[in-house]
């Protein structure tokens, strides 16, 4: 019989405790002789079975021993408290770790600080170590664009993973992509796989995107210089530059698209196409075959997805963006 850590009853002390549990009253040595155990040996497990108290010995030497209901139940109770206060302190110290990787955080940049300057040259080969450290001495929003895709640090295998768990920890980022991203198969999986982690996504045509970077929060820019597989990096850290590159990115982001032709889903297409011939929302969930609150779901989640407001808006870019092809030209 196991149970939890503290608790753990041997094999042989299961054994005497059965054996005791079945016979009449009697002392250790009687029990040992019927068991045809040596009498030290049923000496100890006799005493493992009254710390956990299971059996009670009389002054007369003899073993007593309680309903098992009973006996056991109180084991239980015992440890199942003590798990209970274990977990509370757990979950305290669990809670406590938020703050504490804030300490972190600002230890690390007081640790940093005095000796960083205001451009820093960061060749090729270190650019995932420099991201990596980005990620965790800054906070806020990460905005990132990336005119190559194909390259740079945020495809090195330990950046990647630092990547899913700042995302699985609640923090947003960003990310502008150029239209081409998607006609690669390859390229186009990496980036359904970004997304499903939580990471907020936009197209821009690819002669729009001119340049890759990176903004941290208030920490740093993080540029690269010429857009090819073994160019440098700048990392950037004073405010003016800050702002500057955070102003770039948030025009950009208004301009980008949230989802191009490709990336609707059918039934979306088919939600969309009936809305076009005016249908109302109950006659599309008819139609469909669909609840009218999960319709009315979705419309939401596409008006979300194309940034605006209102239908007439959602309308206007389907049509911009050719989501429903010839159908209703």
């Keep these: ?35 045809g155990w040596p009498i030290r040996r049923a000496q100890r497990v006799a005493r493992e079975l009254e710390r956990l108290r299971l059996v009670i010995r009389t002054d007369k030497g003899v073993l007593k021993v309680d309903d098992p209901r009973a006996a056991v139940g109180r084991l239980v109770d015992r440890e199942e408290a003590a798990l209970d206060q274990r977990r509370a302190t757990l979950t305290e110290l669990r809670s406590a770790m938020e703050s504490y ?38 906070e806020g929003d990460v905005l990132q664009v990336s005119a190559e895709v194909a390259i740079g640090p945020g495809y090195d ?5 630092k990547f899913r768990e700042v995302l699985a920890g609640g923090r947003v ?6 239209r081409s991203m998607l006609l690669d198969p390859r390229l186009h999986a990496l980036a359904s796989a970004r997304a499903e982690a939580g990471e907020q996504q936009r197209f821009l045509p690819d002669d729009q995107i001119r340049v890759d ?7 740093g820019v993080l540029l690269d210089e010429g857009g090819g597989a073994d160019s440098d990096y700048l990392l950037l850290r004073t405010p003016v530059v800050l702002d500057a590159f955070t102003t770039l990115f948030e025009e950009l982001w208004r301009r980008a698209e949230p989802v191009l032709s490709r990336d609707a889903s059918a039934e ?13 929302d109950e006659a599309v969930a008819r139609q469909l075959g669909l609840g009218l609150r999960t319709v009315r779901r979705r419309i939401a989640a596409l008006m979300e997805d194309h940034g605006v407001d209102t239908r007439f808006q959602l309308g206007l870019a389907v049509g911009g963006r050719d989501l429903l092809g010839d159908r209703r030209r």
């Design 157 to 161: 295998e330990d950046v990647r993973r």
């Design 213 to 219: 970077f990176g903004v941290w929060g208030r920490t």
């Design 101 to 138: 990787e804030q300490d972190y955080r600002r230890g690390l940049q007081r640790e940093i600080e005095p000796s960083l300057p205001a451009v820093e040259r960061i060749s090729a080969g270190h650019g995932p170590a420099v991201v990596d450290r980005l990620y965790r001495t800054s």
């Design 173 to 178: 980022i960003r990310s502008i992509f150029p």
């Design 268 to 280: 979306d297409v088919k939600i969309l196409d009936l809305l076009s011939l005016g249908l109302k």
């Design 1 to 35: 019989m196991n149970t939890q850590q503290g608790v753990t009853l041997s094999g042989e002390a299961e054994q005497f405790y059965r054996h005791v549990l079945r016979s009449a009253r009697a002392d250790v040595d009687e029990h040992a002789v019927a068991m």
